[in-house]
């Protein structure tokens, strides 16, 4: 077994939409970023290449590359998880904290962890998505942007 820990964090930019974890999310303000600005996808990616030891997102798909602008994060996170089948391992479950005060993710999780379960190639059962709000402290506290943590694991074999 093989464990990773992946962390991310983007600005609200209120003139995109809001994707997280492959899900648009209608009346929320959007996030900043090169691609589609999916915190969720993002650090899921990183906890899944940060469990085989094969860097992080910005080492496979830098920003400032054209092929990613305005990527669909969940098509990264499919090719994440392809790179990592290629070392001969394949995803156990992934754990999900988004901190945010808007959106609910509650209303959300369900569709998320589909999403997600579907580019990880799992059951949605071993795919937890959970949201807090930082009781208006700090930056995500002040709406300020969102930040999402996660822990993936992944075992050998195909
Ligand atoms: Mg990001």
Known sequence: MRIGSGYDSHRFDPSRPCVLGGVTIPGSPGLSGFSDGDAVAHAVTDAILGAAAEGDIGTHFPPGDERWRGAD?????????????????????????????????????????????SALDVGMGSVSVKGKTNERMGWEGRSEGIAVHAVALLLEGP
């Open 73 to 117: 994060s969940i098509g990264l996170l499919r090719q994440a998880v392809a790179l990592v089948r290629a070392r001969g391992y394949r995803v156990g479950n992934v754990d999900v904290t988004v901190i945010c005060e808007t959106p609910k993710i509650g209303p959300v999780a369900s569709a998320m962890r589909e999403s997600l379960a």
